[in-house]
């Protein structure tokens, strides 16, 4: 079993998603990318497009990110600041 980690999705309107994942799989400026558990400190932009998360019960949740945001990755907290609201991609 993978180790989770806590992420919150946060826009200017709302809070999105908060939980325990697995797994994210994120666009940035320069391709897509992932982050595990136990990921070395990050931040880093994110671009247009989908955003992975594998919820720690095993379910897969995509949001299509229409805006632009950042990514900060600390101490297996994920912290994901989007312009704009996603949409839950079904």
């Not at 309107?13 to 897509?32: C, D, K, R, W």
């Not at 949001?63 to 950042?70: D, L, Y």
Request: glycine share 8%; proline share 6%.
């Amino acid at each position: 079993m993978d180790k989770p980690f806590q992420i919150h999705i946060i826009t200017p309107e709302q809070a999105v998603y908060q939980g325990a994942i697995t797994s994210l799989i994120a666009p940035s400026s320069l391709g897509y990318f992932g982050v595990w558990a136990n990921h070395a400190p990050l931040i880093t932009d994110i671009a247009r497009g989908n955003i992975t998360l594998r919820e720690s019960a095993g379910k897969t949740k995509v949001f299509r990110s229409k805006g632009k945001g950042f990514l900060e990755v600390i101490k297996n907290k994920a912290t994901l600041l989007l312009d704009c609201l996603p949409s839950l991609a079904e």
